[in-house]
């Protein structure tokens, strides 16, 4: 019989082949098998994080399902879905600022504002990239370039400060979700491309069970 313990361990096995299986499919363009891995990659992590953390934190578990929500109508790809899956995406990440806010300090704000700053600048050239495609979508893209810039100016300083393991996760996925968001943005609206599309699939799953680690790593710290 599979011992409590050795659930997660399975789960984030199964995390990652699907996570290649959905890659490997994608690439052979093996659309109605890939719709499948595409589907399950987010109630995966739902669950292993579900399992593996005691306090199951219910703003990270909404944070998953507002994802879940902005990969659905993302694949709908309708001017009506693509900004409901905008707001669902906006939402997500003002979940995750929630959830590492006890990482800023008084000692620690000034450095995390300058920080900012180049994590701000790079999202802002990528938006003003594909500017004409975003519509009514414009703005809250922009409030999503905050809060994704806010994660990695509080990301980089906490690591500087304190290079300990989960300080590490967090800043690797700080700079996949920068990755991801650019290379969706320019297979969607610039230039269709398998190969950057695979970036957009390797960078969303990497950033999601980096960002997993650093919770499960920072409840384990306050036990």
């Known amino acids: 019989m599979m011992k409590h313990k050795d ?33 399950v990659r987010i109630p995966i ?20 399902l507002l994802y879940q929500l902005a990969s659905v109508f993302y694949y709908v790809g309708t001017a ?20 590492i806010l006890d990482l800023v300090s008084k000692s620690n ?10 994590f701000f600048v790079i999202y802002l050239y990528i938006i003003e990239f594909v500017v004409n495609s975003l519509g009514d979508s414009y703005y809250i893209w922009i ?24 300080n590490y996760w967090l800043l690797i996925s700080s700079i996949l979700f920068i990755v991801q968001i650019g290379a969706f943005f320019i297979n969607k609206f610039y230039i269709k491309n398998e190969g950057i599309y695979q970036m957009v699939i390797l960078a969303y799953g990497i950033s999601h069970y980096t960002f997993y680690k650093f919770m499960i790593l920072k409840e384990q710290e306050k036990e």
């Not at 704000?109 to 180049?118: N, S």
């Not at 806010?150 to 290079?163: L, Q, S």
């Open 7 to 39: 659930i997660p361990k399975l789960l984030i096995i199964l995390y990652f082949i699907n996570l290649f299986l959905y890659s490997f499919f994608s690439f052979i363009n093996k659309e109605e098998i890939t719709e499948i891995f595409w589907f």
């Open 45 to 64: 992590l739902f669950i292993l994080y579900f399992i593996s953390s005691k306090k199951r934190k219910i703003v990270y578990l909404s944070g998953l």
């Open 80 to 99: 009506d879905a693509f900004l409901y899956a905008t707001v669902s995406s906006m939402l997500f990440k003002f979940c995750l600022v929630l959830l």
């Open 109 to 118: 704000y000034k450095a995390i504002c300058v920080a900012f700053i180049p």
């Open 143 to 166: 409030v999503n370039a905050l809060f994704t810039s806010f994660i990695g100016g509080v990301a980089i300083i906490n690591y500087v400060n304190d290079p300990k393991e989960r």
